[in-house]
């Protein structure tokens, strides 16, 4: 799975709707108190949302528990007459929740009887865009999630909408045309209908709904001789009003993750298996539509790690947590915990991070690391203690050392080799990677982002950063594999591998614009004053 984008408005220093979009590499870049921090503190406070059903949260904890003070330090200006707007867009490049047309074809073979066969919003699925619009409930002093609506293949397919934190959700909006709501056999119903009923544009999945819905009287007359009666119209513009369709949902619009979405559809036995099975089917696909995006991002986002601008620098009392925590990552205590328990289960972890310490073509810092099961107990019993921890080792040297006996600037980019050789499907979003570190060791962290073989699974990287170095180091990376001149240890970067989005302050406000990059390594825009004065000689 991937981030493709991030709206937000009304959040924090954002009052006017802006539109990052993200890539493998999104480097965040503006003057200090420009508004980039809100970018990562938007996705961590929708993670909180969906994991932990808060709107107004005091603290974020993927964020090492940062105090933000609530919804009313969130909303732009403090009012709380406005209203948040967060809007996420990915591709889920997987299913999404669980597979339904296995047993639509085992229905099929068992009942000798006609339901709806819908598409596998599932399998079908590539893109996903979800908005939230968060609010404040003046009656239950609260925030929650006033209207949620749920985009798939790049079109509108529903939209859920809530009263003041009450406990269920009204289905607001459903595209009925959306291709993922028409039934398999759409084309052979429509052939069926005469053509002053091809007018209505209905389709079998809307009419039964219709019939499941509390209150509306049934028609027991096919849906095709409804649709010939013109009982169900279908509006061009996709608004159609509808009944109510009910959903229980948690802080407003926020279904209920991880289960399928409960309704107030009528309830059948099997002595009717048309309906029974029809509300089965009808169950599922609304919870495709509003429940399976928001399992597939939160576990996403709870895959992700944020590392902040200070990092802790282990000495020998350290002890390894044996069970890592997410919001450990912050200040880096999680990536040592995980160093240093790779020895039990995977000491590649090790080998992998010391080679980017020592490797010539890497960060080349003259250093080894070492793990403390490495040493003969037998021939050393007074190192028994030691044995779960880490040392860097100068490599024409033997004497092992605590991280905290090594330069400040190792031990702060050690979170940042470490994350990048653990985390997969996920997102390492990271503030200030250059702080204590050498201008050549941030052209090296440059390469740390990019260089992955293509069939690879990577994770994506979201950095906020004043360091002019790493993008230099990319931007040549990518002249480079235009020109052919890769060193050859090196994997192509591709101008798509990055996003450069740029804050900038208008009367208070924080607006964004993305810099686009050429296939030449250099800028299709102008850059604000005060950026890459120096950048002719990296780049020539």
Not at 4 to 16: A, D, H, I, P
Not at 121 to 137: G, L, P, R
Not at 480 to 488: G, R, S
């Amino acid at each position: 799975m991937k981030l493709t984008k991030l709206v937000l408005e009304n959040f924090r220093s954002v009052r006017e709707r802006q539109e990052i979009d993200f890539a493998p590499v999104t480097l965040l870049l503006g003057p200090n108190s420009a508004g980039k921090t809100t970018i990562l503190i938007a996705l961590f406070y929708l993670q909180q949302i969906l994991d932990r059903e808060q709107c107004d949260p005091i603290y974020l904890e993927a964020m090492g528990n940062r105090r933000i003070d609530g919804f009313r330090s969130l909303v732009h200006n403090g009012d709380l007459n406005n209203v948040i707007t967060i809007g996420i867009g990915f591709d889920p490049e997987q299913t999404i929740g669980v597979e339904y047309k296995t047993y639509l074809e085992e229905l099929g073979d068992i009942f000798d009887i006609h339901f709806i066969k819908m598409k596998d919003i599932a399998d079908e699925t590539e893109k996903v865009y979800v908005e939230f619009k968060i609010a404040w409930s003046q009656l239950h002093r609260a925030a929650y999630i006033k209207n949620y609506a749920v985009s798939i293949n790049n079109e509108f397919i529903g939209e859920l909408s809530n009263d003041e934190y009450t406990k269920s959700s009204l289905v607001n909006r459903l595209n009925f045309t959306h291709p993922l709501l028409l039934p398999i056999d759409y084309n052979l119903w429509l052939e069926s209908i005469d053509k002053e009923g091809l007018d209505t544009i209905a389709s079998e999945f809307e009419i039964s709904l219709n019939d499941l819905i509390p209150g509306l009287e049934r028609n027991k007359s096919g849906a095709t001789e409804r649709v010939k009666t013109v009982d169900y119209i279908f509006e061009e513009d996709k608004e159609k009003p509808m009944f109510p369709v009910f959903l229980k949902t948690k802080i407003g619009a926020l279904p209920q993750l991880g289960r399928t979405v409960d309704t107030n559809l009528k309830v059948f036995d099997i002595s009717e298996p048309v309906e029974y099975f029809n509300r089965d089917i009808i169950t599922r696909v609304l919870t495709q539509v509003f429940t399976s995006p928001l399992d597939k991002l939160n576990n996403y986002l709870k895959a992700s790690v944020s590392i902040g601008p200070l990092r802790i620098i282990p000495d020998s009392s350290f002890t390894p947590n044996p069970y890592p925590e997410q919001n450990g990552w912050f200040d880096g205590t999680s990536a040592w915990d995980k160093l240093c328990l790779s020895q039990q289960n995977d000491s590649a972890l090790i080998k992998k991070v010391s080679d980017w310490f020592s490797n010539r073509d890497k960060l080349n810092t003259n250093y080894n690391i070492f793990s403390g099961g490495e040493f003969d107990i037998k021939t050393s019993p007074q190192l028994l203690g030691l044995k779960d921890n880490v040392y860097f080792c100068k490599i024409d040297s033997s004497q092992m050392l605590f991280p905290n006996q090594v330069g400040v600037g190792l031990t702060q980019i050690a979170p940042l080799i470490i994350a990048a050789n653990i985390v997969q499907d996920g997102l390492i979003a990271i503030e200030q990677p250059e702080l204590h570190i050498h201008p050549a060791l941030q052209l090296a962290v440059g390469d740390l982002f990019t260089q992955y073989p293509l069939d690879v699974k990577r994770p994506m990287f979201l950095v906020e950063t004043h360091s002019e170095h790493i993008l230099l180091r990319i931007l040549k990376r990518i002249r480079q594999t235009t020109d052919n001149e890769l060193p050859e240890s090196n994997y192509p970067v591709k101008p798509d591998f990055i996003s450069v989005i740029v804050f900038e302050d208008n009367n208070g406000s924080t607006v964004t614009r993305k810099i686009d990059i050429t296939d030449d390594g250099d800028f299709k825009q102008k850059w604000p004053k005060g950026f890459f004065e120096e950048r002719r000689g990296e780049l020539f």
